[in-house]
């Protein structure tokens, strides 16, 4: 049956992050905690379900995840149509997320960005300028991590070709991220 397949198939890429990528997520969370202690800011940017994600990851953060918390400071670059627009309108999409970097990012602050491809162009500018500017950079990225794996700091990289598992391993993961900042707080 089509269901159970698909839930094996899934099964195997949560074991891979299990197995492989655990360690990863909580050096991440523990560098978003310190971040948000030292007063920064959690950034997150993707492309179409990955910019979904890491609107739902910033809103985590803003709001709540699970228990009652001050708010903590987080924004997702792909939420802003005007800006979006204006900058890929004016510029190039290449930058809709650098740009928005050189006006936001700070020292310290910790930049995320999403891919399951590890290709996207905007992404790859955009770490590469927050790294210039002293943010730490980490991604959520599928596949072999392509071009985005060798130029963050933290590369986390769900081995999978199936975007929709990759997706999936992705909120996974930046739940339990979630989970342990609300923890430390």
Do not use: W
């Not at 199936?162 to 989970?179: E, L, R, S």
């Amino acid at each position: 049956m089509f269901v159970q397949q698909q839930a094996d198939q899934l099964i195997q890429a949560i074991s891979y992050v299990k197995e492989n990528l655990a360690a990863s997520v909580e050096e991440l969370a523990a560098k978003v905690t310190e971040a948000f202690k030292k007063g920064n800011k959690v950034i997150l940017m993707g492309n179409g379900g990955s910019a979904a994600d890491a609107q739902h990851i910033a809103a985590e953060f803003v709001g709540r995840f699970k228990k009652e918390r001050p708010s903590l400071p987080a924004l997702a670059l792909n939420t802003n149509s005007s800006t979006l627009t204006a900058i890929g309108n004016d510029y190039s999409y290449d930058v809709v997320f650098s740009r928005q970097i050189d006006g936001f990012a700070k020292e310290g602050d910790v930049v995320i960005g999403i891919s399951t491809s590890g290709n996207s162009k905007n992404i790859y500018l955009a770490l590469g300028l927050a790294k210039r500017k002293g943010c730490f950079t980490a991604a959520f990225l599928g596949k072999d991590g392509g071009i985005l794996k060798g130029m963050c700091d933290l590369p986390l990289v769900v081995a999978c070709n199936d975007t929709p598992h990759i997706q999936a391993c992705h909120i996974f993961m930046a739940h339990c991220m979630c989970d342990l900042v609300d923890q430390a707080f």
